[in-house]
Nanobody, 114 residues
């Protein structure tokens, strides 16, 4: 059974870097053909795809956030990580990690506030 779990600080100050980790169980993140995404939902708004890292380690990012986003992975821990720099209150929301194809973490609330 594939399971994903987000972890990280719930409160980040403006201008700092938000860092979240997704721990995966049930499948290796380096499994051929799998792509792992970060998605967020600001309060009162729809889902926004932030970026993804593939089974080979290749990455793709949302054009609107590309300059501030970095996704990396640690295959030894079966985890992948999101870093979003220079955050503002507009980056507040629930952040999800997901395996493209239907598996999602439960989401973690991140609030950007001083």
């Amino acid at each position: 059974q594939v399971q994903l779990q987000e972890s990280g600080p719930g409160l980040v100050k403006p201008s700092q870097t938000l860092s979240l980790t997704c721990s995966v169980s049930g499948v290796a993140i380096a499994t051929n053909g799998y792509y792992w995404s970060w998605i967020r939902q600001p309060p009162g708004k729809g889902l926004e795809w932030l970026g993804a890292i593939g089974y080979s380690g290749s990455t793709n990012y949302s054009p609107s956030l590309k300059s501030r986003t970095s996704i990396s992975r640690d295959t030894s821990k079966n985890q992948f990580t999101l870093q979003l720099s220079s955050v503002t209150p507009e980056d507040t929301g629930v952040y999800f990690c997901a395996l493209m194809g239907g598996y999602w973490g439960q989401g973690t609330q991140v609030t950007v506030s001083s």
